[in-house]
């Protein structure tokens, strides 16, 4: 079983940047994908950005391509999200999940979300 535990949410102004950090323990996410996901309140979960366990594949949703960055640091099992000129649409609970499979499609293993606010 894997545990995972997002931080570094808030709330900030239109154009400020965060950074969000998922902590993993129990079994290791070293040969894992990871990849982040957002919620909007009344919205469906929809993809951010996902990253290979060698950390070189690398995809992001249209949405925020260029604006954030996910990188991974497999000795800490530690995976982030870097968000840069935030948007008011970028306003949801992001989560962090892992896929054992690596194949980008069964994201097996979810954190209990962090929430972003931006205003305008």
């Known amino acids: 079983q894997v545990q995972m535990v997002e931080s570094g949410g808030g709330l900030v102004q239109a154009g400020e940047s965060l950074r969000l950090s998922c902590e993993t323990s129990?079994?290791?996410?070293?040969?894992?994908?990871m990849g982040w996901f957002r919620q909007a309140p009344g919205k469906e979960r929809e993809f951010v950005a996902s990253i290979s366990w060698t950390g070189l594949s690398i995809a992001y949703a249209d949405s925020v391509k260029g604006r954030f960055a996910i990188s991974r640091d497999n000795a800490k099992n530690t995976v982030y999200l870097v968000m840069n000129k935030l948007k008011p649409e970028d306003t949801a609970t992001y989560y962090c999940a892992a896929d054992p499979d690596s194949d980008y499609a069964g994201w097996e293993f979810w954190g209990q979300g962090t929430q972003v606010s931006v205003s305008s």
């Open positions: 129990g079994r290791t996410v070293r040969t894992y994908a």
